[in-house]
């Protein structure tokens, strides 16, 4: 059984940096993609970035390029997402999942999910 679990996330003013982990089990993560998504409220679940597991790729969405950075410990099983100059429209609830299709950008391209945490940065 895979089971992801998402912490690290808080309140942080606008400026600020936090970074969240997702601990596997279950499932190795250096073995599958790994991305993280966000959904803030009313809103559709988004894609932030993830990492390849063949070439240890990192895509980013647009909005957060250049702020967020992505990476993994494998011998920790884990993935991290360092997010730095926050701002208030970073605010939503975080997700990581493990890729299960051949795309990307998309939540169906993600099998496994987390059940997320919530992130709000205050201006």
């Known amino acids: 059984q895979v089971q992801l679990v998402e912490s690290g996330g808080g309140l942080v003013q606008a400026g600020g940096s936090l970074r969240l982990s997702c601990a596997a089990s279950?499932?190795?993560?250096?073995?599958?993609?790994m991305g993280w998504f966000r959904q803030a409220p009313g809103k559709e679940r988004d894609f932030v970035a993830t990492?390849?597991?063949?070439?240890?790729?990192?895509l980013y969405a647009d909005s957060v390029k250049g702020r967020f950075t992505i990476s993994r410990d494998n011998a920790k099983n884990t993935v991290y997402l360092q997010m730095n100059s926050l701002k208030p429209e970073d605010t939503a609830v975080y997700y990581c999942?493990?890729?299960?299709?051949?795309?990307?950008?998309?939540?169906?391209?993600?099998?496994?999910w987390g059940q997320g945490t919530q992130v709000t940065v205050s201006s």
């Open positions: 999942a493990t890729q299960g299709g051949g795309g990307y950008y998309n939540p169906d391209d993600y099998d496994y």
């Open positions: 279950g499932r190795t993560v250096s073995s599958y993609g």
């Open positions: 990492i390849t597991w063949s070439d240890f790729r990192r």
